[in-house]
């Protein structure tokens, strides 16, 4: 079955940076594309960055955009957010998720937990 | 990045039908349509409707797409308490060259 496993997050202070994983089993990885989805507590979505299936296409939120950059090793089946300055607005939880054909998030994972605190 | 523009909230009673709502512009759901998304408490995001409003395999049919312009809308009939959730559309804005969400609206049955 499609599973999606987030990790690398946890409390980081203000400025540091922080590599999130997201690894992928169950389907063709190089088939899809990615985004990564983030979601204050108490908070609304809000996408951050996709990357197309073979990498040819970038695209950031303006909120991360300059500061976070969004790649994928399709030869590992894992996509990478590494995330630099942060800030205490960079609080939440981060979601990958996948996206196939135009349409997208058919398939997230249980999310990743990054918080910004001195 | 603008949002797509959501009601906070609706209540509808067991077994009656609610009916939500996205308005983009024609940039997002009025060119290629909206994503809808069902959050329960405690969970990820779960796919409810392609944006071309056909739903995923395994996803009641008590649940229905359609888009009307810019305007999206979510039909859930026969409400259940496990309807009881967060309803996120998503749009890719081909100006912004983004991707954009509504705020949200959380759907309680009374």
């Known amino acids: 079955q499609v599973q999606l496993v987030e990790s690398g997050g946890g409390v980081v202070q203000p400025g540091r940076s922080l590599r999130l994983s997201c690894v992928a089993s169950?389907?063709?990885?190089?088939?899809?594309?990615m985004h990564w989805v983030r979601q204050a507590p108490g908070k609304g979505l809000e996408w951050v960055a996709v990357i197309w299936l073979d990498g040819s296409h970038i695209s950031y939120g303006n909120s991360v955009e300059g500061r976070f950059t969004i790649s994928k090793d399709n030869s590992k089946n894992t996509l990478y957010l590494v995330m630099d300055s942060l800030r205490a607005e960079d609080t939440a939880v981060y979601y990958c998720?996948?996206?196939?054909?135009?349409?997208?998030?058919?398939?997230w994972g249980q999310g990743t937990l990054v918080t910004v605190s001195s | 990045q603008a949002g797509l523009t959501q009601p906070p909230s609706v209540s509808k009673g067991l077994r009656q039908t609610a009916t939500l709502t996205c308005t983009g512009n024609d940039n997002n759901v009025g060119d290629l349509g909206a994503t809808w998304l069902q959050q329960r408490q405690g969970h990820p995001p779960k796919l409810l409707s392609y944006k071309n409003n056909d739903r995923p395999s395994g996803i009641s049919e008590r649940f229905s797409a359609s888009r009307s312009g810019s305007t999206a809308s979510l039909t859930i009939a026969g409400l259940q308490p496990e309807d009881e959730a967060d309803y996120y559309c998503s749009a890719w804005d081909r100006r912004l060259s983004a991707l954009v969400f509504g705020s949200g609206t959380k759907v309680t049955v009374l």
């Open positions: 169950g389907f063709t990885f190089s088939e899809y594309g």
């Open positions: 998720a996948t996206s196939k054909g135009g349409e997208d998030f058919d398939y």
